[in-house]
């Protein structure tokens, strides 16, 4: 066994363990988060159409949905390599300079979106602090604005471990798990 293996087995494994149950986690968020939303609208278009009123919450609902969805869904495109990238540029240089800018991109992006989740706990932080509440639901508003800065910090951690990915290896990773020739491939 080579010492790099060894290596592996301590805290890279358990991160890797994390980064699974995350993963899993997410799924399952967007998953019911979708279907759920599905549910709501279509028994608000029943309501509407057989008794002729709509539910009073299901606009409220659908955007806790969404908001649900959108930032479980940032975390699970880092994780999977799946974000927006603009390569014209990129696909033209050499493998070195990709390697670089990767490095760069994902380090930057890592940084923006922990700054993000920080300001999104402080807006939370000021919004709890005025009391506020959803009209419908009766919910407090920073109870459904939790899973911004968790969405945020989950992406700014996968594309954290991204950049360390690019450091350490001699592949251009564009996420943990994706490096450029496997996404290559799964474009063509």
């Known amino acids: 066994m ?5 290596n592996r087995g301590g805290v890279a494994s358990i991160l890797d363990a994390i980064d699974q149950v ?13 279907i759920l939303m599905a549910v709501n609208t279509i ?10 009123h709509s539910i009073i919450f299901a606009e409220e609902l659908n955007s806790v949905f969404i908001l649900l969805v959108t930032f479980a869904g940032v975390g ?4 999977h390599g ?19 800018l990767m490095t ?3 380090g930057v992006t890592a940084f923006c979106m922990l700054f993000l989740a920080w300001f999104a706990v402080e807006y939370i932080l000021n919004i709890q602090s005025k009391g506020r509440i959803m009209p419908a639901l009766g919910v407090p508003v920073y109870l ?7 969405g945020f910090f989950v992406t700014g951690v996968q594309y954290a471990l991204t950049m360390v990915k ?17 996404a290559q491939e799964i474009e063509v």
């Open 43 to 52: 028994v608000n278009v029943v309501s509407r159409f057989v008794f002729n």
């Open 144 to 150: 459904v604005y939790l899973w911004v800065p968790v």
């Open 2 to 6: 080579s010492e790099t293996s060894n």
């Open 82 to 100: 799946r974000h927006i990238r603009m390569s014209a540029i990129y696909d033209h240089m050499p493998d070195k300079a990709r390697k670089i």
């Open 76 to 79: 699970y495109a880092a994780r």
């Open 166 to 182: 690019n450091l350490r290896e001699k592949e251009i990773y564009l996420s943990t798990n994706l490096h450029e020739h496997e």
């Open 104 to 106: 760069i991109i994902t």
């Open 22 to 34: 995350i993963a899993k986690i997410e799924e399952l968020i967007m998953a019911t988060g979708v």
